[in-house]
């Protein structure tokens, strides 16, 4: 009889763990885009486009986060290169600091923005963004912070249509 108690007793507590886990951890499809931080465009295109041999689809400018933004597609995920409009940009700021190159990585969520946000808070993680902002090309975006990801700036992504 006790063996079977103990047996009911660590069987719900195993599923109570897993359904936990289940609910906690992000929906990650595929690297939405990598960011680069470059001090011009167009100064950076030329290589993107005719030493990678990649095509710039689409040229925008984020106002509130004073970027100019460019596209290229590589497969299923994109570049996505960063121009600083002025310079209180955050982007101006990185390429002071720490010069041109990778700015962050973007990951897109299957499940939602928002419940990737509180996957991450529930781990502990900082947040930069506590709920989805809207980003270059429609997407909905939140920041996960450098200092609890490892350096790595970290972006999460879901389109919304
Ligand atoms: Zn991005």
Redesign the pocket.
């Known amino acids: 009889m006790e063996e079977i108690f103990f047996f009911v007793l660590f069987y719900t507590l195993y599923i109570g763990i897993i359904s936990t886990l289940i609910k906690i951890i992000m929906k990650i499809s595929h690297i939405?885009?990598?960011?680069i931080a470059v001090k011009s465009i167009e100064e950076a295109l030329p290589y993107y486009e005719n030493v990678l041999g990649l095509k710039c689809y689409n040229i925008e400018t984020v106002e509130d986060q004073k970027v100019k933004?460019a596209f290229l597609k590589v497969g299923e995920t994109k570049i996505?290169l960063?121009e600083p409009t002025c310079p209180e940009s955050t982007i101006a700021k990185f390429i002071e600091n720490k010069g041109a190159g990778v700015?962050?990585v973007?990951f897109a969520i299957e499940d939602g923005v928002a419940n990737a946000l509180s996957a991450a808070e529930a781990a502990g993680i900082r947040l930069i963004d506590k709920a989805p902002r809207k980003?270059?090309e429609g997407?909905h975006?939140a920041f996960l912070h450098p200092k609890s990801t490892l350096g790595v700036l970290t972006?999460l992504?879901e389109k919304k249509d």
């Open positions: 939405e885009h990598l960011g933004t996505e960063l700015h962050h973007a980003g270059a997407l975006i972006e992504c």
